[in-house]
Nanobody, 122 residues
Framework: QVQLVESGGGLVQAGGSLRLSCAAS????????MNWFRQAPGKEREFVAR????????VYADSVKGRFTISRDNAKNTVYLQMNSLKPEDTAVYYC???????????????WGQGTQVTVSS
């Protein structure tokens, strides 16, 4: 079973940038749609972005469109999330997940990593 490990989170001021990584082990993700989700304290886990196996198709939540970019390097078995112009409301634990869900609902994904904390100060 593929294991996913997220990294790259941290504390950043509003307007700053971070690049998150999601590294897979125990198998390949090169043929999988990959997703980023996030969960803020007291809130449900929400969809952020997804990328097709080839990288040719991407989808973003309206709240991050134009600020975040999802990408992947199949040779490295890794997916990235470049986050620019960060806002305090982006503060959350960020998770990656493999697979496709038409509804982009976190409940449709059964395997999660430990996540990486992103904190944006105002």
């Amino acid at each position: 079973q593929v294991q996913l490990v997220e990294s790259g989170g941290g504390l950043v001021q509003a307007g700053g940038s971070l690049r998150l990584s999601c590294a897979a082990s125990g198998g390949t993700i090169s043929t999988s749609t990959m997703n980023w989700f996030r969960q803020a304290p007291g809130k449900e886990r929400e969809f952020v972005a997804r990328i097709s196996w080839s990288g040719g198709n991407t989808v973003y939540a309206d709240s991050v469109k134009g600020r975040f970019t999802i990408s992947r390097d199949n040779a490295k078995n890794t997916v990235y999330l470049q986050m620019n112009s960060l806002k305090p409301e982006d503060t959350a634990v960020y998770y990656c997940a493999a697979g496709f869900s038409a509804t982009m609902s976190a409940s449709n994904f059964g395997s999660w990593g430990q996540g990486t904390q992103v904190t944006v100060s105002s």
